[in-house]
């Protein structure tokens, strides 16, 4: 029922809104729906580049060639699971624990906003520094590897 009433609602809220939005200057933001709408903004461009991150991931991983439990179809397949895990956990974590933090005062939209993006921008920087140059990664932990056993 809760999610019906967002869906149904939300709209009529953040319509006009989506337009004013546009013409704030957030670094002035006065009112808390200015604050909100700014928050928005920001957690809006942070899940754009975690949806880029994330597409370049799967990309990363498609081009692995092994068989198996470890091979591309299954690695992608993990990936998957782990990024739906890691959405469910962000959003119970910021938007059902963090307005229970705020008792529903009139902070708690940007606060839940606020660790939503905090918590995309680490996901991120996560993914960017696992699987953005794998190729490179893995080249250079076999170059260590090799350098090890020469050196015995």
Same mark, same amino acid.
Request: aromatic share 8%; hydrophobic share 40%; proline share 3%.
């Given at each position: ?7 149904i ?29 700014? +928050?928005?903004?920001v957690?809006? +461009? ?20 092994? !068989? ?8 992608? +397949? ?6 739906? +895990? @890691?959405?469910?956990?962000? !959003? ?9 933090? @705020?008792?529903?005062?009139?902070? %708690? %939209? ?6 939503? %993006? ?6 991120t920087? !996560? ?15 076999? !170059? ?5 056993? %020469?050196?015995?």
């Amino acid at each position: 029922m809760k999610r019906f009433f967002a869906i149904i609602i939300l709209p009529f809220v953040i319509g006009p809104g989506a337009a004013h939005a546009q013409n704030i200057d957030c670094s002035k933001a006065a009112t808390t729906v200015e604050e909100n709408l700014c +928050a928005d903004k920001v957690f809006q +461009a942070a899940d754009k580049k975690l949806n880029a991150a994330y597409a370049a991931a799967l990309a990363s991983i498609r081009m692995r060639d092994l !068989d198996g439990p470890y091979g591309a179809k299954s690695f992608e +397949a993990a990936m998957r699971a782990s990024q739906r +895990a @890691w959405l469910a956990y962000r !959003d119970a974590d910021c938007k059902e624990l963090v307005p229970q933090e @705020w008792s529903g005062g009139s902070g %708690t %939209t940007s606060a839940v906003l606020g660790c939503m %993006t905090q918590k995309t921008i680490a996901r991120t920087k !996560d993914l960017k520094e696992r699987y953005e140059d794998h190729g490179a990664l893995v080249e250079n932990s076999t !170059d260590m590897h090799v350098k090890r056993l %020469t050196r015995h």
